[in-house]
């Protein structure tokens, strides 16, 4: 692994510095792109114009994502939340029908992210140190990409799907996963979070074989008895 230090200018030039293990190494450019993190932009929209209440850069709504003024509107990242494209989809749909005269609220507590890599990265719900940091009674459950038949198939055995459920009752707080076609797996565990489904209705669903939301399903088997595909043995 490799941590940026510094961005140091040479002249015309602008220098890199990042430390590696075998020591500081660096490279120049003429420019450098800084593509991490999102902020809101809403200026030049004419808002303090219109009279649309803002709170810092982010548009100011209500559930049904409706301003301050009747009618008016707001969707995607100038809303400072998800700030996604499924998210923003998801609000414009949400904003039409509230225009055209339905009550549709939004809600944003089961949002999947995904990071498009080699191997892919996603995520729904809490993490485990959210789980603690909120002192919830919780249950952590891993399944390694190893012990599925259709990863190995494939030839794409790094990663694991890990499942966060209530200690109380076995709901699905959260799901990631990094390894094949996270981005597709993460459905599954998307629709668990939003329905309040429990390990357990995850583990009694008959899955296809081979494929690759069996480690989804291993993963919930997990949580009550234990995978059937990755035991550890106790000597």
């Not at 293990?21 to 902020?39: D, I, N």
């Not at 995607?76 to 005269?101: Q, R, T, W």
């Not at 429990?198 to 989804?216: C, G, N, Q, R, S």
Request: aromatic letters at 4%.
């Amino acid at each position: 692994g490799a941590a940026v230090k510094a961005i140091k200018r040479e002249g015309a030039a602008l220098k890199v510095i990042w430390d590696t293990p075998e020591g500081e190494q660096g490279v120049e450019g003429q420019m450098v792109l800084m593509a991490t993190g999102r902020r809101p932009y809403t200026e030049g929209l004419g808002l303090s114009e219109l009279g649309i209440k803002i709170d810092g850069r982010s548009i100011v709504v209500n559930e049904r994502l409706e301003t301050n003024i009747d009618d008016v509107y707001a969707i995607g990242d100038v809303l400072g939340k998800g700030m996604l494209a499924h998210v923003a989809s998801y609000e414009g749909e949400i904003a039409a029908e509230n225009a055209l005269g339905h009550s549709r609220q939004a809600d944003y507590h089961a949002v999947p992210s995904c990071i498009f890599t080699q191997p892919s990265v996603a995520g729904v719900g809490i993490t485990e140190a959210e789980a603690k940091e909120r002192g919830l009674p919780y249950k952590v459950s891993k399944f390694p990409f190893v012990a599925s038949g259709r990863a190995v198939a494939i030839g794409e055995t790094m990663g694991m799907v890990k499942m966060i459920c209530s200690a109380e009752n076995g709901r699905v707080l959260g799901v990631h996963i990094m390894g094949p076609h996270a981005d597709d797996l993460i459905a599954e565990a998307t629709l668990a979070v939003q329905l309040g489904a429990t390990a357990e209705d995850i583990a009694y669903t008959i899955h296809a074989h081979p494929t690759l939301p069996e480690a989804v399903h291993e993963a919930a088997m997990g949580q009550l008895f234990g995978s059937i595909h990755h035991q550890k043995i106790k000597i």
